[in-house]
């Protein structure tokens, strides 16, 4: 029997794709059992919407017996957090230092980071955290760090190109982050909401570093290997797909009879309506809201559009009241 599944049902389901928070996560999963078609075609959907919901609803019980000061936690700023994993020198300080201008500690040897470091990456008009921690191998994470990983918006895996243990520390990071269930790289999709992750390959101008790209994408071409150099080489890409990777898009306000706010855009997920948009610029403008005049993605500029309206980034949007 066919799901017959709604637009409606589908907009939810897009707004859980993109969530990161475990209350954004759960809020859609919500949406999606209130929303989906009850009749026999869907009941296995029913079951695993309500399974994921049961998870979630554990996992937080669990995180709030154990609360307490917890010095890998990183308060998110900016249009979201991308925190970097990587074995020891693998270039993981310099980048953020070559991207965000944080005052981060770029030593010859090991362990020079203790704790996490953020610093805010320049992107357009809006910034993105991005959150350098300690080293890690397979056989040694310090105490926390997987709770700083797991509650990022996603995950930037950094090897080091020039080394000749490259191809192992890029296996021995997907090892290590699929068994402590921060990423999937399973063909069932086994873990509940996993984070996107991007791959960067970086000390690409050394001389050594060419030879050992090509072998890593020979010996793994499923996946998106990006090489970098903190000196310039791969940064500005770089940039755009870390904020790509957020799955954000950004909004901007227009009053009536005023020019747009070009200057301060409000950050919504991927998939998310003009209902969604009254409910962040103010807490009471869904009650009030009819409709609104969108600039962008619509048809023609200041089209009147419903509230179930999916947005999309760089749209103007002025609300009816």
């Known amino acids: ?138 056989e040694a994470i310090p105490p926390g760090l997987t709770g700083t990983f797991k509650a990022a918006d996603a995950l930037l895996i950094v090897i080091d190109a020039a080394s000749p243990e490259c191809l192992d520390q890029l296996e021995g990071m997907l090892q290590l982050l699929q068994e402590r269930e921060v990423i999937d790289l399973s063909e069932e999709g086994e873990i509940i909401a996993p984070l996107p992750f991007l791959i960067v390959a970086t000390k690409s101008d050394l001389t050594e570093s060419e030879e050992n790209l090509q072998l890593l994408r020979e010996l793994r071409p499923d996946l998106q290997i990006d090489a970098v150099s903190c000196h310039g080489h791969g940064l500005d890409l770089l940039r755009q797909k870390l904020f790509d990777i957020l799955g954000v898009i950004r909004i901007y306000g227009k009053a009536p009879g005023r020019p747009p706010d070009k200057e301060r855009p409000f950050i919504l997920r991927k998939g998310s309506t003009v209902l969604d948009f009254a409910d962040l610029v103010h807490k009471d403008f869904p009650k009030k809201l009819k409709s609104a005049l969108v600039w962008g993605s619509s048809r023609f500029d200041g089209q009147a559009v419903p509230r179930d309206y999916i947005l999309a980034d760089g749209d103007v949007v002025e609300l009816q009241l």
């Open 1 to 138: 029997m066919p799901a017959n599944l709604t637009p409606q049902y589908h907009a939810a389901e897009e707004r859980y794709r993109y969530a990161r928070t475990p209350e954004e996560k759960e809020t859609a999963l919500q949406e999606m059992l209130a929303l989906i078609p009850k009749h026999k075609g869907t009941e296995k959907l029913q079951a695993d919407i309500k399974r994921r919901l049961a998870r979630l609803k554990e996992e937080k019980k669990k995180k709030k017996q154990a609360k307490g000061f917890d010095p890998f936690a990183v308060e998110k700023e900016g249009a979201g957090q991308i925190v970097l994993a990587g074995y020891p020198n693998c270039g993981k300080s310099a980048l953020v230092g070559a991207l965000t201008r944080a005052r981060v500690k770029v030593t010859e040897y090991p362990y020079a980071t203790s704790l996490p470091v953020t610093g805010m990456m320049p992107y357009e008009d809006t910034y993105v955290q991005l959150v350098d921690t300690p080293p890690v191998t397979p």
